[in-house]
């Protein structure tokens, strides 16, 4: 049973929510953005009719956030009320306080997104570690891990190059995720995560480890402006191989993208491999892989920009591209992320996409 001084803590997280995210202000704005996409002619330019059209909609979002806070925070109070008159049982109580929590808790973490990158969708990719069919086997678990976290938030998925391991699992696969703040929140998974198991592809039983590494990007679009060097874009075709049927074996419809360039992180001459199998249309692949193009580049400015004005405080772990970031035990029942150093014995909720308070504690230790 829940006590007063609980009730008055969401309460007190919900006005602090509607102060720190200027919720009145934002009424105001929305009524004014709104009236913009009233006006004469508002789609002659479409891609500045969908800018505005997701303000608004961002915009719409923060209040609807706010407003799920309230509700249920009001929905506790009388609940609590209700309990004292004996009009409902205390489990009916409990409930309330879990969801008031669980909708406070979430605008929360979402108010800790507040880079611009952070609203937009996301390019994951994954890649297996040396090792064979046992990285290859860990490298297709990550990715059911990550595709059940993206269903259970309601976030829309389109593999975009997947190619098969040898025996079992994949060796690699790149997928577009697409939903609210999708780069914000999976932005937490770059970088290794580490296996050990006893491999049933051992025929000794023995403890094996594997890796597996995991990139995620954000996906833009054609509002925002990158630079491509013409000059130091190439391409390849190949026959597409997997789901795609028998057609798409038959014409050379894969595409496989280099970009020379220099990079802004080293200041060396450096080059971006893009391979894109996602439809049976050579010409629909050479657009996609360009936008995954785009996306890299921009993830390397806002790398840029955050290395130049970040300061990291005494005692945490740079984060880096490529870094061991988290363990998944299955013999012992444990996964640890290392950055955090938050861990569970529920293996097998994790690696069925509940990995929510792995990003919330991330995201606590590391908001910008």
Known sequence: MITTEQLKDVQDRADKLKQ???????????????????????????KEAEKQMRKVKQIKSWIEGYE???????????????????????????????????????????????????????????????????????????????????????????????QEGDAAGIKTVTFNVEGEMAYGYLKSENGVHRL?????????????????????????????????????????????????GQNVNK??????????????????????????????????????????????LYELELEKRRQASAKIEAGKKKIEWGSQIRSYVFDDRRVKDHRTNYQTSNVDAVMDGDIDAFIKAYLMEFPD
């Open 196 to 244: 050990v198991r006893v491999s049933p592809y051992n025929a000794q039983g023995k403890r094996m480890t594997s890796f597996s590494s995991v990139f995620v990007v954000p996906l833009i679009d054609d509002t925002i402006e990158i630079e491509v060097n013409p000059a130091g874009l190439s391409w390849d075709t190949f026959r597409s191989s997997g789901a795609g």
């Open 68 to 162: 799920g806070v309230r509700k249920a925070t009001e929905e506790l109070e009388l609940a609590l009320e209700y309990f004292r008159e004996e009009i409902v049982e205390e489990t009916e109580v409990d409930a309330a306080y879990s969801h008031a929590l669980s909708e406070v808790e979430a605008l929360e973490m979402k108010n800790m997104l507040s880079h611009e990158e952070d609203q937009m969708p996301a390019v994951l990719k994954i890649v297996a570690g040396a090792g064979g069919t046992e990285a290859q086997d860990w490298a297709e678990q990550l990715m059911r891990m990550y595709q059940r976290y993206c269903e259970k938030h309601g976030y829309k998925t389109t593999i975009t190059n997947l």
């Open 251 to 296: 014409v050379e419809s894969g595409v496989r993208l280099h970009y020379k360039f220099k990079n802004p992180l080293t200041g060396l001459d450096d080059e971006i491999v893009i391979e894109n199998t996602e439809t049976r249309d050579q010409p629909k692949n050479r657009e996609n892989a360009l936008r995954h193009l785009r996306s890299q």
């Open 20 to 46: 720190y995210l200027q919720i009145d202000e934002k009424r105001i704005q929305l009524e004014e953005e709104e009236l913009h996409t009233q006006a004469p002619g508002f789609w002659d330019d479409p």
